[in-house]
């Protein structure tokens, strides 16, 4: 039989479709496992927003590699917005991963997020905080634009969602 921990270990092979770096797991969408006695396998995702256009395809991802397992069971996915996504629930690695994507990674525990904390952000290149926010609005509606005034490199940065 499988655990709730073996199939979370599995899940991080799968990557979000939009940063090819991060692991659905790492990026804090897996929300819910849960494994029955005959190895049949429901996972709960959480979409980082209610619009996101990859979620039918990363629930199909999800399908498609648990289905691969040896002696598994049934495998369902669903979506569920019971729990609210929050930048918080990225894990270090997912940060990590973020900033080689190229990305600045957000912010934790952010209670209020306004221009100031986006004016903050460090470059994911150079480690520099000698940035400009050239946009609050990036190509996705968790990011934004900046620059970095040391390395010369423009870069988005991950916005931070409480």
């Known amino acids: ?9 599995i ?18 969408i897996v929300t819910g496992i849960e ?7 429901h996972v709960t995702l959480t979409p ?10 990363m629930e199909d991802m999800v399908e498609e590699r648990l289905a691969k397992l040896p002696e598994i069971g049934t495998v369902s996915v669903n979506t569920s917005f019971d729990i609210t996504w929050t930048t918080d ?8 991963a973020i900033k080689k994507h190229g990305l600045a990674p957000p912010k934790r525990n952010c209670a209020k997020i306004d221009m100031k904390l986006l004016e903050e952000t460090v470059c994911p290149y150079c480690d520099s905080s000698n940035t ?30 409480s």
């Open 89 to 96: 629930m990225i894990t270090p690695e997912g940060h990590e």
């Open 132 to 161: 400009t926010l050239k946009s609050p609005f990036g190509p996705t509606l968790c990011r934004s634009l900046h620059y970095c005034n040391d390395c010369k490199q423009a870069f988005e940065g991950f916005k931070p969602v």
């Open 1 to 9: 039989m499988f655990t709730e921990k073996e199939i979370r270990s």
């Open 11 to 28: 899940l991080k092979e799968v990557k979000d479709p939009e940063i090819p770096t991060i692991s659905i797991v790492d990026l804090g």
């Open 48 to 57: 980082t927003f209610a619009g996101c256009p990859a979620l039918r395809l």
């Open 35 to 41: 494994v029955s006695e005959a190895n049949d396998v």
